[in-house]
């Protein structure tokens, strides 16, 4: 599996929300909202770029939602980004790379990914 690590910024993506990328990210989503300029409850659009702290981690315990191995039965309409946000800790490029995706990581047709 392909290693990331913590961006210096992120272009929002659909699905995505502060709490989403602080979960995927492990910092801490206060911290984010902050360097940001942001509030709890602001609403994010698609592109917009965030910076990421490059320090702290996620304080609420575990970063994990859904427990994975997975597979994830899609649904129309949804991304990549917005299915990697539903397990919390999952980055969306091991699902891109796990599944043989190409950009633009269109899901239409495929029914199910395999989540590492």
């Known amino acids: 599996m392909?290693?990331?690590t913590r961006p210096l910024t992120w272009a929002v993506q659909g699905g995505e929300t502060v709490y989403c990328l602080a979960r995927r990210f492990d910092v801490d989503p206060g911290e984010m909202l902050a360097i940001n300029n942001l509030y709890a409850g602001s609403m994010l659009?698609?592109?917009?770029?965030?910076?990421?702290?490059q320090i702290g981690s996620w304080p609420g315990g575990e970063r994990e939602l859904l427990p994975h191995p997975d597979t994830w039965t899609v649904s129309a309409g949804e991304t990549v980004y917005q299915?990697?946000?539903?397990?919390g800790d999952v980055w969306p490029e091991h699902i891109i790379q796990a599944n043989g995706l190409q950009a633009p990581y269109d899901l239409t047709g495929i029914q199910t990914l395999q989540i590492p």
């Open 83 to 87: 299915i990697a946000c539903a397990y």
């Open 2 to 4: 392909m290693a990331v």
């Open 45 to 53: 659009s698609i592109g917009d770029v965030l910076d990421v702290p």
